[in-house]
């Protein structure tokens, strides 16, 4: 099965695509990235973009399963409803693409990836680099991920989380 893990945003989109193996116990990271649109476009074109390149990581790879983190709410409604609107794209998309929907939220994230739903971030990454094989420029060398790749490690531990989850 092939999992494509999201984490949503629209300045850093978090993209990882897993496949889980019946004969491996680890998923294997096919592709990952952080992709970000500029502050300097109008953010209908940001949106845009951003279903533009859900759009080909789905033709290319084929996915099954879409896996995305619902929203949390924070003080800043503006923030809000513009990751509500990417994720609106993000679900579109795969389903125009015929994949199954997982959602999942961040205690469930941290519950499937560490066991203990407060984890913070750096035992997140840490369990997410035991659990699969990461190529370790994703991280510093003091083990932290860089800003770039905290969203790209996010969309690994949320389609961990789907794997987990779903059955295969």
């Not at 099954?64 to 794209?89: C, D, I, P, Y």
């Not at 693409?97 to 035992?123: V, W």
């Amino acid at each position: 099965m092939i999992i494509l893990g999201i984490d949503p945003g629209y300045e850093r989109l978090g993209i990882a695509v897993l496949e889980k193996d019946k004969n491996n116990k680890k998923e294997k990271v096919l592709f990952s990235e952080c992709f970000k649109t500029s502050a300097k476009l109008d953010f209908n074109e940001r949106l845009l973009l951003i279903g533009k390149e859900i759009k080909n990581i789905i033709k290319k790879y084929k996915p099954e399963v879409l896996s995305v983190e619902t929203l949390f709410l924070n003080t800043n409604q503006k923030t809000v409803m513009h990751v509500a609107e990417v994720r609106g794209v993000i679900l579109y998309e795969a389903s125009l693409g015929g994949l199954k929907i997982f959602e999942a939220s961040p205690p469930q994230i941290k519950i499937a990836t560490t066991g203990y739903g407060k984890a913070n971030k750096e035992q997140i990454i840490k369990m997410v680099k035991i659990l699969v094989n990461i190529d370790n420029s994703k991280t510093s060398p003091n083990g932290k991920a860089g800003r770039e790749s905290d969203d790209e490690l996010d969309a690994i531990a949320i389609a961990l989380t789907a794997s987990a989850h779903l059955k295969y």
